[in-house]
T-cell receptor
């Protein structure tokens, strides 16, 4: 398996522009998470989906952020309009959330999308 | 609310020396505890996890961790570090269980530096 795939790996944009980050989870995984990593705040959970349904978006910082999961193999995180304080590394992670006996408990992370907003 | 504290932001260890990274958690029920490692420019990789049972758990790359409920701790150890162990280490806690992946709460990480 190719693992969790994120794109783009690096994005540099100007304040006010729309940014779309993409994630392809591991095939067969049914839960997907978006995290943001900064020096100041560490790793923060933004939102997670289970079976393509958003379960908890309480970590989304404000209305400028939105996330979708139209199908089991694709998710997007959109920032519109972007601001310099959104500069961070955004990680997508996935897991098979099944029965306790099946569950390894391991979140599989993508390599991240480094966003710089000028 | 659950939280994780990693008191050491940076730790420097000589190659071949032993290592202990500290992790304290706050959680209202039986926690599920994890240690992840992040190499520069990479995502996070699971080192080991504790769900239940033996409180000393073994992980990959020669790491182990001990769950101490009375101290709310889950410290990571390695008897002899290698230069390739230089990375960022994250402790995480969650209500996670089969049927309920609610997302993990991560500590802010400990940056491990290995000196020759």
């Amino acid at each position: 398996d190719a693992g969790v795939i994120q794109s783009p790996r690096h994005e540099v944009t100007e304040m006010g522009q729309e940014v779309t980050l993409r994630c392809k989870p591991i095939s067969g995984h049914n839960s997907l998470f978006w995290y943001r990593q900064t020096m100041m705040r560490g790793l923060e959970l933004l939102i997670y989906f289970n079976n393509n349904v958003p379960i908890d978006d309480s970590g989304m910082p404000e209305d400028r952020f939105s996330a979708k999961m139209p199908n089991a193999s694709f998710s997007t995180l959109k920032i519109q309009p972007s601001e310099p304080r959104d500069s961070a590394v955004y990680f997508c992670a996935s897991i098979w959330d099944g029965s306790a006996s099946d569950n390894t408990g391991e979140l599989f992370f993508g390599e991240g999308s480094r966003l710089t907003v000028l | 609310a659950q939280s994780v504290t990693q008191p050491d932001i940076h730790i420097t260890v000589s190659e071949g020396a032993s290592l202990e990274l500290r992790c304290n958690y706050s959680y209202g029920a039986t926690p599920y505890l994890f240690w992840y490692v992040q190499s520069p420019g990479q995502g996070l990789q699971l080192l080991l996890k504790y769900f239940s049972g033996d409180t000393l758990v073994q992980g990959i790359k020669g790491f182990e961790a001990e769950f101490k409920r009375s101290q709310s701790s889950f410290n990571l150890r390695k008897p002899s570090v290698h230069w390739s162990d230089a990375a960022e280490y994250f402790c995480a806690v969650g209500p996670y269980s089969g049927g309920g992946a609610d997302g993990l709460t991560f500590g802010k990480g400990t940056h491990l530096i290995i000196q020759p």
